[in-house]
């Protein structure tokens, strides 16, 4: 990766950690309010639509999704990983089950050793 393309990367994270805080979204009402007086005193309903629309929802809405997507993320990555701790356990308790199937099996099979050789005995004395 260049140095360039590093530091866009860099300074894209740093942008975006910022403007995904309710305080930018605090500062962003507050400067959309500046300008809140000169639309209403034009007494236009486009021109007050046009603030609402253009000027106060965008520059708000866009800090506060990013907020929301930044909340939803951390509970899925929470989801995520109590579902990877749950499955390793799983996996743990299948590995433990297996072992002990073994081990039954290999004591299965001593027994039936053991069984036909004293089978085999009984026969030999007749």
């Given amino acids: 990766m260049s140095k360039i393309s590093e530091f866009n990367t860099k300074l894209a994270a740093k942008i975006t950690s910022g403007v995904s805080t309710m305080w930018c979204a605090y500062i962003f009402a507050a400067l959309a309010l500046i300008s809140l007086p000169a639309a209403l005193k034009t007494g236009d309903v486009v021109v007050i ?12 809405l866009l800090s506060i999704i990013m907020v929301g997507q ?12 109590e579902t990877h701790e749950a499955s390793l356990g799983e996996f743990e308790l299948a590995k433990e089950a297996r072992s ?27």
Avoid: C, P, Y
């Fill in 70 to 81: 930044n909340v939803a993320s951390a509970a899925v990555e929470q989801k995520i990983n």
């Fill in 49 to 60: 639509v046009a603030w609402v629309a253009q000027t106060f929802l965008q520059l708000v």
């Fill in 100 to 126: 002990i199937a073994n081990q039954e099996l290999a004591e299965l099979k001593e027994l039936s050793r053991e069984m036909h050789q004293v089978l085999k005995d009984i026969e030999g004395k007749k």
